[in-house]
């Protein structure tokens, strides 16, 4: 089961509203105990930021823009009742939100490329332009992910990041002039769990809904998957929410 992150149930205290069940998987974490609920359901991952509304017309679920088939994106939000969505990672940044008035949730997979193109911010978008949430509403929790310990990027991947979050100038001004700090072996260490709160503060999310994990998947390898620790791909753990 998944390791404690506040209480010994891979839980984070901001998520304990009763309307809510969420958890942050580990290594041994496949989807079991969710025999109340639908899911866990999944997209097929393209490290895009392409969001996916589920809603619950009343008879089932409804599929934004797609007929009956797999879905494909790197974000989910619903409004049903007992639908577990989940995210897939090892490595990349889990983000899960909630909304507690509205009733609303997301699950977002936020690799380099997502965070790039602010995914962690358009999932906050999503449940307010579709769902009619309030920003100042919302919780947020990011996950176990790579930490700037172990995420070391070549200028390329430093240079999308500067030039291509939206919101730069004002992220710049406030955390200084890199999202990540110089290495030892002269590339960049670059912190994506810490840019994926800026942004969710770029739209509107007071800072102390936002819990942060600050744990390194590739630190942990007992705990964790880790593409870049392992060089290659063993598996995913699994992350998600649903409403009850």
Same mark, same amino acid.
């Given at each position: ?8 149930? !891979?839980?984070?205290?901001?998520? &304990? ?16 105990? $969710? ?10 991952? *393209?490290? /895009? ?5 589920? @809603?619950?017309? !009343?008879?089932?679920?409804?599929? #934004?823009? $797609? ?9 989910? *939000? ?15 940044? %889990? ?6 008035? @509205? ?7 936020? =690799? ?10 358009? !999932?906050?978008?999503?449940? *307010? ?11 947020? /929790? ?12 070549? #200028? ?6 500067? #030039? ?8 710049? +001004? &406030?955390?200084?002039? &890199?999202?990540?700090? &110089? ?23 007071? %800072? ?5 994990? !600050? ?6 390898? #007992?705990?964790?998957?880790?593409? @870049? +620790?392992?060089?290659?791909? $063993? /598996?995913?753990?699994?992350? =998600?929410?649903?409403?009850?």
């Amino acid at each position: 089961m998944p390791l404690s992150l506040d209480s010994g149930t !891979g839980s984070f205290s901001l998520f &304990k509203h009763p309307a809510q069940f969420h958890l942050f998987g580990d290594r041994e974490f496949k989807g079991e105990g $969710l025999e109340h609920g639908e899911g866990p359901i999944t997209a097929t991952q *393209v490290h /895009g930021d392409k969001i996916l509304c589920l @809603r619950d017309d !009343g008879h089932g679920l409804v599929q #934004e823009g $797609l007929a009956q088939g797999e879905l494909e994106g790197d974000g989910l *939000v619903t409004d049903r009742n007992a639908c577990f969505i989940a995210v897939a990672t090892a490595d990349c940044v %889990p983000v899960l939100l909630f909304d507690p008035k @509205r009733k609303i949730i997301a699950a977002l997979h936020a =690799g380099w490329r997502g965070s790039v193109l602010n995914i962690a911010a358009q !999932g906050v978008t999503r449940m *307010v332009s579709d769902f009619g949430s309030e920003a100042k509403d919302i919780l947020a /929790g990011i996950g176990p992910s790579i930490g700037p310990c172990c995420f070391e990027v070549g #200028e390329d991947v430093l240079s999308a990041i500067e #030039e291509k979050t939206p919101h730069k100038v004002d992220v710049i +001004r &406030k955390f200084g002039r &890199k999202f990540g700090r &110089k290495s030892e072996t002269n590339r960049w260490s670059c912190d994506l769990p810490k840019l994926n709160r800026m942004q969710l503060i770029s739209v509107g999310l007071p %800072p102390e809904q936002i819990t942060v994990a !600050g744990l390194c998947t590739s630190c942990l390898p #007992e705990r964790y998957y880790s593409f @870049r +620790r392992d060089k290659k791909k $063993l /598996g995913n753990m699994l992350s =998600g929410i649903m409403l009850r």
